[in-house]
């Protein structure tokens, strides 16, 4: 086996590091959690209306925070903590993850359309995580009073080096100008009143595809969905 490359290297360390200071900053938001919430149920009834909100703000942010190291740990595990690659079935995959989110799905009266899907090499758990992102974006970021409807295709063409599997939705869309920033770590489009999350979802889905040598991108325009394109190398 050919030894890392210096990238590679760099980025594993990164990952490491990465692991290491987000588990150690879990300590301190799980106490101020566990304290918080203690003053609150001690303190219920006796507080006047501001330091009643003052309270339930410190308890919120603490959560959030608690939230974000969560999400830090996961993305540092894709690289460091990947399971092996095998044969998936992306058909399977894509009816496991539909499964899972078939109350959200519900609950908006999204349609869900699924093609043909190929077999790649991949962890299969990961790649689960991916599809998941990518369906509960399509269903979260939708127009109002515009019934939802995500088509999840693929190009197979036989003989290509990597497959092209589209996740495409009707929803609000994005400038394209913001194609990029949406893949970043804990960047956020939208105020976390109307579009809650924490903006990390993207990123892990780009991050596993780039772990199994494929990427994401995105094709989109406001008010006029998106098109979230994975490339995956084709299975041997």
Same mark, same amino acid.
């Given at each position: 086996?050919?030894?890392?490359?210096?990238?590679?290297?760099?980025?594993?360390?990164?990952?490491?590091?990465?692991?290491?200071?987000?588990? +150690?900053?879990?300590?301190?938001?799980?106490?101020?959690? /566990?304290?918080?919430?203690?003053?609150?149920?001690?303190?219920?009834?006796? $507080?006047?209306?501001?330091?009643?909100?003052? $309270?339930?703000?410190?308890?919120?942010?603490?959560?959030?925070?608690?939230?974000?190291?969560?999400?830090?740990?996961?993305?540092?595990?894709?690289?460091?903590?990947?399971?092996?690659? /095998?044969?998936?079935? $992306?058909?399977?995959?894509?009816?496991?993850?539909?499964?899972? $989110?078939?109350?959200?799905?519900? @609950?908006?009266?999204?349609? !869900?359309?699924?093609?043909?899907?190929?077999?790649?090499?991949?962890?299969?758990?990961?790649?689960?995580?991916?599809?998941?992102?990518?369906?509960?974006?399509?269903?979260?970021?939708?127009?109002?009073?515009?019934?939802?409807?995500?088509?999840?295709?693929?190009?197979?063409?036989?003989?290509?080096? +990597?497959?092209?599997? !589209? !996740?495409?939705?009707?929803?609000?869309?994005?400038?394209?100008?913001?194609?990029?920033?949406?893949?970043? !770590?804990?960047?956020?489009?939208?105020?976390?009143?109307?579009?809650?999350?924490?903006?990390?979802?993207?990123?892990?889905?780009?991050?596993?595809?780039?772990?199994?040598?494929?990427?994401?991108?995105?094709?989109? @325009?406001?008010?006029?969905?998106?098109?979230?394109?994975?490339?995956?190398?084709?299975? +041997?």
């Amino acid at each position: 086996m050919a030894e890392p490359g210096k990238h590679e290297t760099a980025g594993r360390e990164m990952d490491q590091f990465l692991y290491a200071v987000s588990h +150690d900053l879990q300590e301190p938001f799980r106490k101020v959690c /566990t304290f918080g919430e203690r003053l609150a149920a001690k303190l219920a009834g006796r $507080l006047d209306d501001a330091a009643g909100d003052d $309270l339930a703000r410190m308890l919120g942010a603490a959560r959030r925070g608690q939230s974000m190291i969560e999400g830090l740990l996961l993305l540092s595990r894709i690289e460091t903590r990947g399971g092996p690659f /095998t044969r998936v079935d $992306l058909s399977e995959t894509i009816a496991g993850v539909l499964k899972d $989110l078939r109350d959200a799905a519900d @609950a908006c009266g999204a349609e !869900v359309e699924v093609g043909p899907l190929p077999v790649v090499r991949a962890d299969a758990s990961q790649m689960a995580m991916l599809f998941a992102a990518l369906i509960d974006n399509a269903l979260k970021f939708r127009l109002p009073a515009i019934r939802p409807r995500i088509r999840v295709t693929a190009d197979c063409t036989g003989g290509a080096p +990597d497959y092209r599997i !589209v !996740v495409a939705d009707n929803g609000i869309g994005i400038d394209p100008h913001h194609a990029e920033r949406i893949f970043t !770590v804990f960047q956020r489009l939208h105020p976390r009143d109307v579009y809650p999350g924490l903006g990390l979802g993207l990123t892990i889905a780009r991050r596993i595809a780039r772990r199994h040598g494929g990427d994401i991108a995105v094709e989109s @325009a406001p008010n006029q969905g998106s098109r979230f394109v994975v490339t995956l190398p084709a299975a +041997d």
